[in-house]
């Protein structure tokens, strides 16, 4: 077996996020996940390209941190992707700057 088999056999990988609810919307099913989720992961479930969510660990690097793995991909916590909602919803309902998010968050923590 080679490395890439056993490390595909230890990390399963979710490649779909959403299923289908009672009236055949698709929805967002955060069960499939197990804890720590990929950029893409975290895209889907957010609603931002994968450039803004790096622009966001750039601009709030002492708030947003996602881990790295050893080849150096981001894995972000549902507190990450709590806090990444939190910014997107004072952007685009609050109509707050970075700046503004930024000590709005302060304040919170």
């Given amino acids: 077996m080679s490395a890439a088999e056993r490390n595909h056999k230890k990390e399963p990988r979710v490649t779909s996020l959403i ?27 957010t609603g931002l390209n994968k450039t803004t969510l790096r622009y966001l660990e ?11 793995t050893e080849k150096r991909q ?15 919803k004072l952007q685009d309902e609050e ?5 503004g998010i930024y000590l709005r968050l302060k304040d919170l923590s």
Avoid at 21 to 45: P, R
Avoid at 74 to 88: A, F, G, H, N, W
Avoid at 95 to 99: E, G, I, N, P
């Fill in 95 to 99: 109509y707050l700057t970075f700046k």
């Fill in 19 to 45: 299923r289908k609810n009672d009236q055949g919307a698709g929805e967002i099913d955060i069960s499939l996940l197990d804890g720590m989720l990929t950029i893409e992961q975290v895209s889907k479930l």
């Fill in 58 to 68: 750039r601009k709030f690097n002492d708030l947003l941190h996602p881990k790295r």
């Fill in 74 to 88: 981001r894995q972000y916590s549902m507190e990450d992707v709590k806090l990444i909602k939190t910014i997107k």
